[in-house]
Nanobody, 117 residues
């Protein structure tokens, strides 16, 4: 199981970034996926999740209150990739962002997002 995040960087407040997480080594479509973040000195926080491609709730999403309306999680099962579109970014969104596969309990290495003027 391998997860590789990309797309982080430095952005000004109010800006946007799109994070990607490329998955390999497992049947991607069968796993719910989440994005977490961790700022220095804080616990890792779940910011968004998307269900697997199976069942009546296929592709359903949920968000932390702190990002609702600004972040959008999506997945492309043909590319084995999950995305996090982040708009209207705030300095408090600064953190290392990680993707996670619920089926296998595995994490990527993370990508740094810094929101600063």
């Amino acid at each position: 199981v391998r997860l590789v995040e990309s797309g982080g960087g430095l952005v000004q407040p109010g800006g946007s970034l799109r994070l990607s997480c490329a998955a390999s080594g497992f049947t991607f479509s069968s796993s719910g996926m989440s994005w977490y973040r961790q700022a220095p000195g804080t616990a890792r926080e779940r910011v968004a999740g998307i269900s697997s491609a199976a069942g009546s709730a296929a592709g359903s999403t949920d968000y932390a209150d702190s990002v609702k309306g600004r972040f959008t999680i999506s997945r492309d099962n043909t590319k084995n990739t999950v995305y996090l579109q982040m708009n209207s970014l705030k300095p408090e969104d600064t953190a290392v962002y990680y993707c996670y596969t619920h089926r296998f309990g595995s994490w990527g290495q993370g990508t740094q997002v810094t929101v600063s003027s």
